[in-house]
């Protein structure tokens, strides 16, 4: 009787530590978005009045790829994008009072980007860079004049990772393309005309990060 109450015992001893383990919770994981690494994605958007005085203002919309390096909440990067702009503006632009037609159909940008992560899936960056476009102006039927220009862009903005690789972002960027010249009696009789392609843009997209990992 003795020896069956001693490996009852024993038993019961060497079951205990399991069935413990089975009670206790485990460690909760925090989620941990791995920023670095290569990134695509796609944005739409809109051109308010800008700085030119012609009001380019329109839809815009197109494609962005970049690399980001992540040092703890510090993430650096490099992004280009490239797409369609729908923007066109006007005023008078002469004493004789013409009317002077603007308009550009894409833009695109090569831009740095320097950002901290205030909580772990979420970035708050600043960026700038060079930006290139087409730029259009017609003078009545006097004549008109194209070109494609190259200026600069910054801004900034805020990217959420909302589940593993998949992030959402709001971003604004000011344009300036720098200027068009219709050289005299091309878009007016005797006169050359010049105008500035400034604008400001406002942007929502969606990236996919190829390297952001597991979130633990």
């Known amino acids: 009787?003795?020896?069956?109450?001693?490996?009852?015992?024993?038993?019961?001893?060497?079951?205990?530590?399991?069935?413990?383990?089975?009670?206790?919770?485990?460690?909760?994981?925090?989620?941990?978005?791995?920023?670095?690494?290569?990134?695509?994605?796609?944005?739409?958007?809109?051109?308010?009045?800008?700085?030119?005085?012609?009001g380019l203002a329109g839809g815009l919309a197109g494609g962005t790829a970049g690399f980001n390096w992540q040092s703890s909440a510090l993430v650096a990067g490099i992004?280009?994008?490239?797409?369609?702009?729908?923007?066109?503006?006007?005023?008078?632009?002469?004493?004789?009072?013409p009317t002077c037609v603007t308009s550009d159909s894409w833009f695109a940008s090569v831009r740095g980007r320097l950002g901290w992560t205030v909580m772990p899936n979420l970035?708050?960056?600043?960026?700038?860079?060079?930006?290139?476009?087409?730029?259009?102006?017609?003078?009545?039927?006097?004549?008109?004049?194209?070109?494609?220009?190259?200026?600069?862009?910054?801004?900034?903005?805020?990217?959420?990772?909302?589940?593993p690789n998949w992030s959402l972002k709001a971003e604004y960027l000011h344009y300036d393309l720098g200027t068009l010249v219709c050289g005299q009696s091309v878009c007016f009789p005797g006169q050359a005309v010049s105008v500035p392609f400034a604008f400001d843009t406002g942007k929502v997209g969606i990236n996919y990060h190829f390297g952001s990992g597991p979130w633990y």
């Open 1 to 54: 009787m003795r020896k069956l109450t001693w490996a009852a015992i024993t038993l019961a001893a060497s079951l205990l530590p399991a069935a413990a383990a089975d009670l206790i919770p485990p460690p909760y994981l925090v989620p941990v978005p791995v920023w670095s690494g290569f990134y695509v994605g796609a944005y739409g958007g809109a051109s308010g009045q800008a700085g030119s005085g012609f």
């Open 123 to 163: 970035l708050f960056y600043g960026t700038a860079g060079a930006a290139f476009g087409d730029a259009r102006e017609a003078i009545g039927s006097f004549g008109s004049a194209s070109g494609n220009l190259t200026g600069w862009a910054a801004g900034g903005g805020v990217e959420w990772m909302v589940v």
């Open 79 to 97: 992004e280009g994008e490239d797409g369609w702009a729908g923007l066109s503006g006007s005023r008078n632009c002469l004493p004789t009072n």
